[in-house]
């Protein structure tokens, strides 16, 4: 298919982007904080960080892991964190240490921090204080993993750090008195700013991040990519949005939580690039505080996912927020619904632009046109330097409006999958074509809508879940003979987990199902719903038929029950 999503795009941005060979993510950072030293960068509960401050403070994490931790170029580094600003800050040091992040979601349990601690071989942790019990768990499995510990209130001045550490350590569970971590975070960069860094040589091929998500086994693995992978999705964005920004002086709402890809290129390091300021939310579903925050700051920007947007709105107070300087919200992670686009619009003035991406891809595939003055309902036009194409069953390329796989090939698609040469193989072609599995259709002028997306993917609030994951989980319980795991609808958060269960002990109910997998499970995988069957449909292999699990089982999840 010709390119013919170039016609469409705005007369300001270009059809390519210029990825200087020489660059990597160390000079990006390196040169963001020479030219915009003075300027704020990242803040949280009000404290700032200007670029010079994250400066000086990463290239002495980075010298601590080189001279105390002996790490040498692509040795891996797992941070467990929420929104905070230890995160910017030890995110950069690893870069420029030439170090690999791993990034963990600090809600998951201790089975789904081991995996990855396991798979990705990272000998070295970051760990949010709040999380030391999960990290607990485990630590006899990992004996050799440094663990490093930061707090809510590192870099905040006192004495609000210490209001702010007392209050994260109230909330959360304590690890076992014989559990010590290694160093915390502020003694680890005071060891560094002893030691002398050497910047070690980068190139773009070199690894960056080993960005996990799921499969079609349901085993989490590791997307591995590049500095060059994420810089050329960094200047992909960046080209996109600059008819629109101010170099220096914008500001984003940062909301999603940078362990997840589409923050974390969207936010993080393209706002970063362009001397913009990051306001980190740590807690979103806090509204109360979130909305205070909000009022508090000049924005221009905000990101989100299609329930994030829709529990700000049910707000009374959103109304009261300043909405003036709002450019552009950018709505992804999940389909965005046109009631609360149009709602969100109404509110606030400004049009949800959707975009489209997925990790494998940095995360950025596709994005709205950002002069949009309404909700188009589509996922936008290929960014700068990405070809799109859409093909059937036997990898033939279809024609407009015709649905079928959406492929995509362009600077910012993975290097393939850590550890696991067939799922690359099954997903990366030869010649770069990536195969996500998502069914679209492109449209005239080459806009490009999603009709369905993986056949068993559920994706609760923006997250995927995968049903091998729940399945494995389930019936490891004594009372489990065989379970499905669907995707059923949910006004909440676009869709819940369902169990579909073959028992073998009439006693076992859907509490104690529940209960078994919350142990398991981080919250958003944890099943809402659970229906007993006497046997679930099969194949004549004897392979679980989930299409027909959905048909049967699959209803709306009821608004007045929730187990959880």
């Given at each position: 298919?010709?390119?013919?999503w ?12 210029d ?5 990597t ?28 401050d ?6 002495s ?17 797992a ?6 600003l230890?995160?910017?800050i ?19 349990t ?11 071989g ?8 709040s999380m ?13 993993v440094?663990?490093i510990?930061?707090?809510l ?12 550490n007392r ?10 008195g014989?559990?010590?971590?290694n ?14 860094f050497s ?7 070199d690894?960056a ?9 349901g085993r ?19 080209a996109?949005?600059?008819?629109l920004?101010?170099?220096g002086?914008?500001?984003i ?10 923050a ?13 300021l990051?306001?980190?939310i740590?807690?979103?579903?806090n ?17 989100g996912?299609?329930t ?15 909405f ?24 606030t003035?400004?049009?949800i632009?959707?975009g ?38 036997d ?14 090939r ?13 799922e690359?193989?099954?997903?990366l072609s ?26 068993d ?13 729940i ?14 795991a ?16 073959v ?7 859907e ?7 919350r ?8 099943p ?27 209803a709306?999840l009821?608004?007045?029950r929730?187990?959880?």
């Amino acid at each position: 298919m010709e390119k013919i999503w170039l016609d469409s795009y705005p007369s300001n941005v270009p059809h390519t982007v210029d990825l200087q060979p020489e660059h990597t993510l160390a000079t990006l950072i390196e040169n963001a904080c020479q030219e915009f030293a003075q300027r704020p960068a990242f803040s949280n509960f009000g404290s700032v960080l200007s670029f010079a401050d994250v400066e000086r403070s990463a290239w002495s994490f980075a010298a601590y892991l080189q001279h105390n931790q002996k790490l040498v170029v692509g040795e891996r580094v797992a941070l467990m964190m929420p929104n905070m600003l230890a995160y910017p800050i030890t995110l950069f040091g690893v870069l420029l240490s030439g170090g690999v992040v791993v990034n963990i979601n600090p809600q998951y349990t201790s089975r789904e921090l081991a995996h990855q601690l396991n798979d990705s071989g990272a000998r070295v942790l970051v760990v949010f204080e709040s999380m030391l019990s999960t990290v607990a768990e485990i630590s006899e499995q990992f004996p050799d993993v440094h663990i490093i510990v930061a707090r809510l209130g590192d870099f905040m001045s006192w004495p609000k750090a210490t209001l702010i550490n007392r209050l994260s350590r109230h909330r959360a569970s304590k690890p076992p008195g014989a559990f010590h971590a290694n160093i915390t975070l502020l003694n680890a960069i005071a060891a560094g700013s002893r030691e002398a860094f050497s910047p070690p040589h980068l190139e773009q091929h070199d690894l960056a991040f080993l960005q996990y998500t799921g499969g079609t086994t349901g085993r989490s693995k590791g997307a591995m990519l590049s500095h060059g992978n994420i810089l050329a999705n960094v200047l992909q964005v960046n080209a996109w949005f600059a008819p629109l920004t101010v170099r220096g002086a914008e500001s984003i709402i940062t909301a999603l939580p940078l362990y997840h890809i589409y923050a974390l290129t969207g936010n993080c390091l393209a706002f970063f690039s362009e001397g913009g300021l990051n306001c980190l939310i740590s807690d979103p579903r806090n509204l109360k505080s979130f909305i205070k925050t909000l009022k508090r700051v000049r924005f221009t920007a905000i990101s989100g996912v299609n329930t994030l947007f829709n529990a700000l709105l049910q707000h009374p107070d959103f109304r009261t927020v300043d909405f003036t300087a709002l450019k552009f919200t950018s709505g992804g992670g999940m389909a965005v619904q046109r009631a609360v686009a149009e709602h969100w619009q109404s509110v606030t003035g400004c049009a949800i632009a959707e975009g489209y991406g997925l990790t494998e891809s940095s995360p950025v595939v596709t994005i709205n046109r950002f002069d949009v003055d309404s909700f188009t309902g589509c996922i936008g036009l290929p960014v700068p330097s990405t070809e799109i194409r859409i093909v059937d069953d036997d990898g033939l390329e279809l024609g407009l409006d015709s649905p079928g796989e959406l492929c995509v090939r362009g600077p910012q698609v993975m290097q393939g999958y850590w550890n696991s040469a067939d799922e690359t193989a099954a997903t990366l072609s030869d010649d770069g074509w990536l195969r996500t599995g998502d069914v679209a259709l492109m449209r005239e002028g080459g806009y490009l809508s999603i009709v369905d997306r993986k056949k068993d993917l559920i994706l609760v609030s923006g997250f995927n879940v995968y049903p091998n994951e729940i399945e494995d989980v389930a019936v490891c319980h004594a009372q489990i003979l065989e379970a499905s795991a669907i995707g059923v609808a949910d006004e909440k958060s676009m869709e819940a987990v369902r169990l579909v269960v073959v028992r073998s002990d009439p006693a076992l109910d859907e509490q104690n199902v529940i209960a078994w997998c919350r142990e398991q499970l981080t919250n958003y995988k944890v099943p809402r719903s659970v229906i007993f069957v006497d046997e679930l449909p099969k194949s004549n292999v004897g392979k679980i038929l989930r299409r027909e699990v959905r048909e049967r089982f699959g209803a709306p999840l009821a608004q007045d029950r929730d187990p959880h």
